[in-house]
């Protein structure tokens, strides 16, 4: 079956650590993208990327980065000048069809401990 | 630029009740309208959507009436179960835009039994 796979589900970081979590589609998207989610908040965009080797910042990229060397895979990974990294991230991807939406993970909850 | 406004929760009802959740956009272009939804510690999943006026959308018992002239896009329900708690997403998808789906805030319903 076609989908989206985030891992992990749960992550945990110790403060001054890179960590970076994975996000594979095998739905042939274009687009993918990620967002970060705080507890009873809305979804913030951190980075988006339309095609492979070239990626665009969202909203709220730094202390973020990003990489698309392939079409499958797009990679988050969360340096340590992310000052408040503690959060539910979900990636998702999308075809080159405005009237398609997105197709989301299940989500990576990041922890600092 | 586009933006998505949706009613303020939380949304607390009793099984059986009626449920309808507001939500109006503002788009330069001809968007398209998706509803989105989110359970306890998971991702998004596509609910229902409508790509051009007047357009229904439906699934799982809930509908959405694309309408231009009111720029509404309101998610309802005729008897809502304890199993539709969650929270709704609302959001566009502009086909002049770079494909990125513009969220609304997300309304958190609960359903009582």
């Known amino acids: 079956d076609g989908g989206i796979t985030q891992s992990p589900k749960y992550l945990f970081r110790k403060e001054g650590q890179n960590v970076t979590l994975s996000c594979e589609q095998n739905l042939n998207h274009d687009a993918m993208y990620w967002y970060r989610q705080d507890p009873g908040q809305g979804l913030r965009l951190i980075y988006y990327?339309?095609?492979?080797?070239?990626?665009q910042k969202g909203d709220i990229a730094e202390g973020y980065s990003v990489s698309r060397e392939k079409k499958e895979s797009f990679p988050l990974t969360v340096t340590s000048a992310q000052k408040n990294p503690t959060a539910f991230y979900l990636c998702?991807?999308?075809?080159?069809?405005?009237?398609?939406?997105?197709?989301f993970g299940s989500g990576t909850r990041l922890t600092v401990v | 630029g586009d933006s998505v406004t949706q009613m303020e929760g939380p949304v607390t009802l009793s099984e059986e009740a009626c449920l309808t959740i507001?939500?109006?956009?503002?788009?330069?272009?001809?968007?398209?309208l998706f509803w989105y939804v989110q359970y306890p510690g998971e991702g998004l999943q596509l609910l229902l959507k409508a790509t051009k006026a007047d357009d229904k959308g439906s699934n799982k018992g809930f509908e959405a009436t694309y309408r231009k002239e009111t720029t509404s896009f309101h998610l309802e329900k005729g008897s809502v179960q304890v199993s539709d708690s969650a929270v709704y997403f609302c959001?566009?998808?502009?086909?002049?835009?770079?494909?990125?789906?513009?969220f609304g805030s997300g309304t958190q319903l609960t359903v009582l039994p």
């Open positions: 990327s339309q095609i492979v080797n070239d990626f």
């Open positions: 959001a566009l998808s502009d086909r002049n835009s770079a494909r990125q789906l513009t």
């Open positions: 507001n939500c109006t956009y503002t788009a330069t272009g001809y968007p398209s």
């Open positions: 998702a991807s999308a075809p080159d069809r405005a009237d398609y939406g997105y197709t």
